[in-house]
């Protein structure tokens, strides 16, 4: 069954369609729902993923960066969102290709590269690179994690 039979996603998407600005048009609150379970089903068909990719909320932007299913080109496209919390969501994500976890770690926010540094899945080049970042807490975290991956790896 296509995503787009449903009346009210239908009618969610063709809002973003007809949005001029960010403001201009009113959202009721079910939009904003639909979009929010859109942007997090893993269902949800990549046409839908990228017109939600340039929705004016910064809730269901997040909630799409954090979707197991997105496809690589929105990983590249969503990691450079002006807002650090999609940016945080992209790479909090289990699929995050290496490239776009290489731009997380060059990020201008201190709080995005923080987030990163907390992740074991991160490559070790990055983690190493990150446990020498000029912000003493990403620099801690870091060091934090690969001291926790060398703990599990010795423990083995």
């Known amino acids: 069954m296509d995503i787009f039979c449903n009346p009210l996603i239908q009618e969610a998407l063709t809002a973003l369609e007809d949005k001029q600005s960010g ?11 639909v979009r929010l379970v859109l942007a997090g089903n893993p269902h949800t ?6 017109k939600l990719a340039e929705d004016p909320s910064e809730k269901v932007r997040s909630r799409l960066a954090a979707n197991a299913r997105l496809p690589e080109d929105l990983f590249k496209i969503l990691a450079k969102d002006s ?5 945080i969501s992209v790479g909090e994500n289990q699929n995050v290709p290496d490239q776009v976890l290489e731009l997380l ?3 201008t926010s201190d709080d ?8 074991s899945l991160l490559p070790l080049h990055l983690l190493k690179q990150l446990a020498e970042d000029d912000n003493m807490f990403v620099a801690e975290s870091a060091k934090k994690t690969l001291a926790a991956i060398d703990a599990k ?3 083995r």
């Open 23 to 33: 403001d201009d048009v009113v959202r009721t609150s079910d939009e904003v729902h």
């Open 45 to 50: 068909t990549p046409a839908a993923m990228h």
């Open 83 to 87: 807002s650090e919390e999609v940016r």
């Open 105 to 107: 770690a060059r990020d």
């Open 112 to 119: 995005v590269r923080l987030a990163i540094s907390a992740n």
């Open 153 to 155: 790896a010795d423990a």
